[in-house]
Nanobody, 129 residues
């Protein structure tokens, strides 16, 4: 079992920045990819960004590309999502997820529709206009 806990959400003005953190605990391995998803009220959960264990491969949704940056600190078992130039449409609950994936694999080869088996409880991000 892997437990994921998100933090760092809050209220921010449009154009501002936030950094989300996801701390992992429990049974972990070096072959887990990490990802961020988000879900706005009344909408389906959508993929945001993902990163392999080594950091050699990342994948971003078009809606966040160029504004968000995913990174991880394996020594701290933590993945981050740096969100810059936030827009009101970024308002959502942001979820951290983990899935077994080859450390040197190419995330673009599988795309965002991957079977992430572990999920956090989410952290609310609200961007005011």
């Amino acid at each position: 079992q892997v437990q994921l806990v998100e933090s760092g959400g809050g209220l921010v003005q449009a154009g501002g920045s936030l950094r989300l953190s996801c701390a992992a605990s429990g049974r972990t391995f070096n072959n887990y990819a990490m990802a961020w998803f988000r879900q706005a009220p009344g909408k389906e959960r959508e993929f945001g960004a993902a990163i392999t264990y080594s950091g050699s491969s990342t994948l971003y949704a078009d809606s966040v590309k160029g504004r968000f940056s995913i990174s991880r600190d394996n020594a701290k078992n933590t993945v981050y999502l740096q969100m810059n130039n936030l827009k009101p449409e970024d308002t959502a609950v942001y979820y951290c997820a983990a899935a077994r994936f080859p450390p040197s694999g190419n995330l673009a080869g599988v795309g965002p529709l991957y079977d992430y088996e572990y999920w956090g409880q989410g952290t609310q991000v609200t961007v005011s206009s």
